[in-house]
């Protein structure tokens, strides 16, 4: 006879293990990285941490190194959003229709994502290297030798070679979601509105917007976080690099990481985290509010 | 409801502060712990002798010695022989840990943390890389035969820390003699307006002056390391008050006064320099389309490699940012080093074995790669090491004219001080940064580190 205080509570028993595992490999390293970012735990003293406050924040927003890695995560944020979203939905509205081979270009443009983004970075670098890339070499070819460049080592060129990296990578999951959204909306409401005499670009501005705002929202939300989150397409293609001009939050928490400096790289994982989390809350109640019901 | 949740989250916040605070107790890396049952070399003469001559013979009882290096280093031959040649010498064991070159600091601070120390660690050399905190003192007859300015460089308190167990290669230029003497240009050019002077007068036969491997981040700071070594080794004092934290370097007019000079020397290098890679100067030094490169003196294979004839008439000369010094320099850190950790389990048998694999033969087998020795100043002063080309250059052009050899810029700083990204501030410079602006962004960068290291003075 089971006792009745374990039939009642068994529910609880079958999640306790994965409870067990997220607390300790997640919730507990992240109240770790919490107290960290208030020490000057690093390398030099790895087993005595002293408490230093918000020394470390300060030390952060005076090195020109973390302003230049929020400068550029965000510029990178931005392009890339824009970029993902506008080409994904075109692309999706494209798929959606009666298009030939159209599941093969749908494999071809969700194929980026099953790659790890380290072996995408190294097949780019091969495409941009300047003097046996075939970007540049293309480029001579045609007679448009002028606009062959560096577009890894000039610093001013280097973050948007990354940029058109990161929107190839990004466009495979976000088309997928944009073609869900497509596949909900009823062709009847297209059917209505042919009747009603609604060209191409009303039925888009009246009926597609609206009605698949919902998977807008998601995948700007998702597009945004990755943006923000961006890591191994820099440390691929760049190391933040040349010079510096395309450092971002991930490479600059890894390189102090490596540096020994664990207290200081665990304040920026805490303001990076902040970050994300204002953007990712304040675009979703926006997009919350553009959504309709149907 | 809501007290309970707070109650279970002060709990938890508690509970890791405890194991931090635990963390903290177990305090196997503080400073003082380096100085702890270690030997006073001075004091260790007769110890010393009577540790190197147990070295080389067998072990009464012998041991298992963990042997711990980078891949890439362990992979030689020279290093596998010369473990081979110490296993026969005395009986003991060696176990070699391997470790991925990218992951070797980290997992040998945490190993040395954790009280898994191995007993010999095979590291780029400098306290940059290993603290002194983390060390053993080695002891024995190498500290007479070291050389007094590569040793102290790993010296603190009198206690030496790391022993060199790679020939030293000097730092300068190498340059093409056939564009020198089409030019009309004399070498060495012992200042820095007779550098400028050669190199407008390259500049006007069409011919790259400076050739600059900027591809890789680090090669941007050869003219400074190599050039700047003058404002130093005229003003020690200078060296000190930086590593000490009483003056910046961009409040210092001499120091910015080098630094305004060595981005002068922009003009004179390839417009794409931070595309270019070492093949590309390579080439074009060998061609003489390129009339001069910084690069360290060891890559004389690679040039030789490429076209052995065209090789041969290259030469390597020292070079200076400086009005009145000049001199033949040569990294005091970076290269291999040999060292014992502070808890090490074998550290007797551990500073045998440092003694027992710098002594002449053992050394020369250490830096045998592919059956070729390594060449280079040698580090100690019972014996030297064969020269390449380069090297035989620069030896032969200082022995004329009675140019004295001395570390880099670098050397003359602190050992306990933490350079930080010493490089980022190079490579803003010569992205246009302005120099002072540049070296307070270097300072702020350093002062972090040192402040968490706890350098004196931060």
């Known amino acids: 006879m089971i006792p009745k205080m374990i039939m009642r509570n068994y529910p609880i028993l079958f999640i306790v293990p994965a409870v067990i595992l997220y607390t300790v490999f997640s919730v507990v390293p992240s109240f770790v990285g919490l107290a960290a970012a208030f020490t000057d735990w690093s390398t030099f003293y790895l087993f005595n941490p002293t408490f230093v406050g918000w020394q470390n924040f300060k030390d952060l927003f005076e090195s020109t190194g973390f302003i230049g890695a929020i400068r550029h995560t965000l510029m990178y944020t931005a392009l890339h959003t824009v970029f993902v979203i506008a080409i994904g939905y075109a692309l999706a509205i494209i798929l959606n229709n009666q298009v030939k081979f159209k599941n093969a270009y749908r494999v071809i443009i969700f194929s980026p994502v099953v790659i790890n983004p380290l072996v995408i970075s190294l097949v780019f670098s091969a495409l941009y290297n300047p003097t046996y890339g075939p970007i540049n070499t293309f480029l001579r070819k045609i007679g448009l030798g002028a606009l062959a460049q560096n577009w890894l080592t000039e610093p001013k060129i280097a973050m948007y070679s990354v940029i058109i990296m990161g929107v190839w990578v990004g466009l495979g999951s976000t088309v997928v979601i944009f073609l869900a959204g497509l596949q909900s909306v009823s062709a009847d409401f297209y059917e209505s509105a042919t009747i009603d005499g609604a060209g191409g670009i009303k039925k888009f501005r009246y009926i597609t917007l609206p009605l698949t705002m919902h998977a807008l929202t998601i995948n700007t939300l998702l597009v945004l976080i990755s943006g923000l989150n961006v890591f191994g397409e820099v440390y691929g293609l760049t190391n933040g690099g040349p010079n510096g001009a395309t450092e971002v939050f991930g490479t600059f928490i890894f390189a102090n990481f490596s540096q020994g400096l664990y207290g200081y790289a665990a304040a920026a994982g805490l303001v990076f985290t902040v970050v994300v989390s204002i953007s990712s809350f304040t675009l979703l109640g926006l997009f919350r509010k553009m959504e309709v019901e149907y | 409801m809501a007290k309970r949740k707070l109650s279970v989250s002060l709990g938890l916040i508690l509970a890791l502060s405890t194991t931090l605070a635990a963390c903290g107790g177990?305090?196997?890396?503080?400073?003082?712990?380096?100085?702890?049952?270690?030997?006073?070399?001075?004091?260790?003469?007769?110890?010393?002798?009577?540790?190197?001559?147990?070295?080389?013979?067998?072990?009464?009882?012998?041991?298992?010695?963990?042997?711990?290096?980078?891949?890439?280093?362990?992979?030689?031959?020279?290093?596998?022989?010369?473990?081979?040649?110490?296993?026969?010498?005395?009986?003991?064991?060696?176990?070699?840990?391997?470790?991925?070159?990218?992951?070797?600091?980290?997992?040998?601070?945490?190993?040395?943390?954790?009280?898994?120390?191995?007993?010999?660690?095979?590291?780029?050399?400098?306290?940059?890389?290993?603290?002194?905190?983390?060390?053993?003192?080695?002891?024995?007859?190498?500290?007479?035969?070291?050389?007094?300015?590569?040793?102290?460089?790993?010296?603190?308190?009198?206690?030496?820390?790391?022993?060199?167990?790679?020939?030293?290669?000097?730092?300068?230029?190498?340059?093409?003699?056939?564009?020198?003497?089409?030019?009309?240009?004399?070498?060495?050019?012992?200042?820095?307006?007779?550098?400028?002077?050669?190199?407008?007068?390259?500049?006007?036969?069409?011919?790259?002056?400076?050739?600059?491997?900027?591809?890789?981040?680090?090669?941007?700071?050869?003219?400074?390391?190599?050039?700047?070594?003058?404002?130093?080794?005229?003003?020690?004092?200078?060296?000190?008050?930086?590593?000490?934290?009483?003056?910046?370097?961009?409040?210092?007019?001499?120091?910015?006064?080098?630094?305004?000079?060595?981005?002068?020397?922009?003009?004179?290098?390839?417009?794409?320099?931070?595309?270019?890679?070492?093949?590309?100067?390579?080439?074009?030094?060998?061609?003489?389309?390129?009339?001069?490169?910084?690069?360290?003196?060891?890559?004389?294979?690679?040039?030789?490699?490429?076209?052995?004839?065209?090789?041969?008439?290259?030469?390597?000369?020292?070079?200076?940012?400086?009005?009145?010094?000049?001199?033949?320099?040569?990294?005091?850190?970076?290269?291999?080093?040999?060292?014992?950790?502070?808890?090490?389990?074998?550290?007797?048998?551990?500073?045998?074995?440092?003694?027992f694999a710098t002594q002449k033969d053992n050394f020369i087998l250490l830096n045998t790669k592919d059956g070729t020795p390594g060449s280079g100043i040698s580090p100690y002063k019972d014996f030297t090491v064969g020269l390449n080309h380069f090297q035989q250059s620069m030896a032969d052009m200082i022995a004329a004219n009675d140019i004295p050899a001395a570390p880099f810029l670098l050397g003359y700083l602190d050992p306990n001080f933490q350079l930080g990204d010493f490089n980022k501030h190079v490579n803003d410079m010569m992205a246009g940064k302005a120099p002072a602006q540049a070296l307070d962004d270097w300072y702020k960068d350093y002062a972090k580190v040192n402040k968490t290291a706890k350098t004196e003075g931060f």
């Not at chain 2, 003699?177 to 036969?205: R, W």
């Not at chain 2, 007019?253 to 004179?268: A, D, F, G």
């Open chain 2, 26 to 355: 177990n305090n196997g890396n503080n400073g003082n712990n380096a100085a702890e049952g270690s030997a006073s070399p001075g004091g260790s003469a007769a110890a010393s002798t009577a540790a190197a001559t147990e070295s080389a013979a067998p072990a009464k009882d012998p041991v298992e010695l963990t042997f711990m290096g980078p891949t890439s280093w362990m992979a030689g031959t020279g290093v596998q022989d010369m473990l081979k040649a110490y296993e026969a010498a005395t009986g003991n064991k060696i176990k070699q840990e391997v470790v991925p070159d990218d992951q070797y600091l980290n997992v040998m601070k945490t190993k040395m943390s954790t009280d898994d120390a191995p007993d010999l660690l095979f590291h780029n050399k400098g306290f940059n890389y290993i603290p002194a905190n983390f060390l053993e003192p080695i002891t024995g007859p190498i500290l007479d035969r070291i050389d007094p300015t590569v040793g102290a460089v790993t010296t603190i308190d009198g206690k030496f820390y790391q022993a060199p167990a790679a020939p030293h290669s000097f730092y300068g230029i190498i340059y093409n003699t056939e564009v020198f003497d089409k030019a009309g240009i004399k070498v060495p050019l012992k200042t820095y307006q007779e550098f400028i002077a050669a190199a407008d007068k390259l500049l006007a036969m069409g011919v790259t002056p400076l050739g600059l491997a900027g591809k890789s981040t680090w090669t941007a700071n050869q003219p400074y390391l190599v050039g700047g070594a003058y404002v130093f080794a005229k003003n020690p004092d200078l060296a000190k008050q930086i590593s000490t934290n009483k003056i910046k370097p961009a409040d210092s007019p001499e120091y910015l006064e080098m630094v305004n000079r060595y981005v002068s020397l922009k003009k004179y290098i390839a417009k794409d320099y931070l595309s270019s890679d070492q093949p590309i100067i390579q080439k074009g030094l060998l061609d003489g389309t390129i009339a001069m490169e910084f690069y360290p003196d060891v890559t004389y294979g690679d040039f030789e490699k490429e076209d052995a004839a065209k090789a041969e008439k290259l030469g390597y000369m020292p070079f200076t940012l400086g009005d009145d010094y000049i001199a033949a320099t040569f990294p005091p850190t970076d290269e291999a080093a040999l060292s014992i950790p502070v808890n090490a389990k074998h550290k007797a048998e551990a500073n045998d074995f440092i003694n």
